[in-house]
């Protein structure tokens, strides 16, 4: 009689590795110990927000990503590689682009100039047609000099310029800071547009309920650590841990 044979359950497909995978990362301002020990992940496709109180460590850990720190220490892995040693240059050309909370502005150069002033790092970066359907007030105001620009404008310009260069890993630095809330209701809206074009996306926010519009994931950074993160479908249940942590 033949021996009967046990099927094979087919291999279970192995998780994809996160875009971003930050570990243990250090960094310092001269002498000033600034992050210790950051950890997170980012997946692709994802809106991942990170929330604290102001001098937590959200924008320095931006900028150690993006290369701007000088002295930083541990494992930054973009895409599978390794970029703690990267010069800011270099990584801004595998696709991550960051836009800085002061937003960076150039008072010299109309708004024209100042979107088309960034270099293409890749193909895929919207047009200037694209960009004027995602934010109409640029187009009325391309040769308005871009610190004439309202606050609100400004910011979209800053986010318009990054999308420019084909980068698909958007790191966004407070954007609603300051802005009216018509404003925020349409920087949430954009957000939301690039996601679903799959742009990945790193924001640092303190204003939570702007971020719950848009994130998926959240990740609390205090003194220069990551001591918590959850789920946008676990916001509820941890509400009254991030009023004690962001103290709001």
Known sequence: MPELKMAQAPAAKPAA????????????????HI???????????EVVTLLGRNGAGKTTTLKSVMGIIGKRSGSIRFENQEIIRASSDR????????????????????????????????AGGLSLD??????????????????????GEQQMLAIARILRTGARFLMLDEPTEGLA???IQQIGHTIARLKSEGFTILLVEQNFRFASTVADRYYIVEHGKVIDGF???????????????LGV
Not at 98 to 112: A, T, W
Not at 135 to 147: A, I, Y
Request: proline share 6%; charged share 20%.
């Open 17 to 32: 590795a996160p875009v971003l995978a930050v570990q243990d990362l250090q960094a310092w301002y001269g002498e000033s």
């Open 35 to 45: 992050l210790h020990g950051i950890n997170f992940n980012v997946n692709a496709g």
């Open 91 to 122: 990584i801004a050309r595998m696709g991550i682009a960051f836009c800085p909370e002061e937003r960076g502005i150039f008072s010299s150069l109309d708004v024209r100039e100042n979107l088309l002033l960034p270099p293409t790092v890749r």
């Open 130 to 151: 694209q960009i004027f359907d995602l934010f109409p007030n640029l187009k009325e105001r391309l040769t308005s000099q871009g610190t004439k620009l309202s606050g």
């Open 181 to 183: 809330p018509v404003i």
């Open 231 to 245: 789920a946008n479908s676990e916001l509820s249940a941890n509400m009254d841990k991030l009023h004690t942590y």
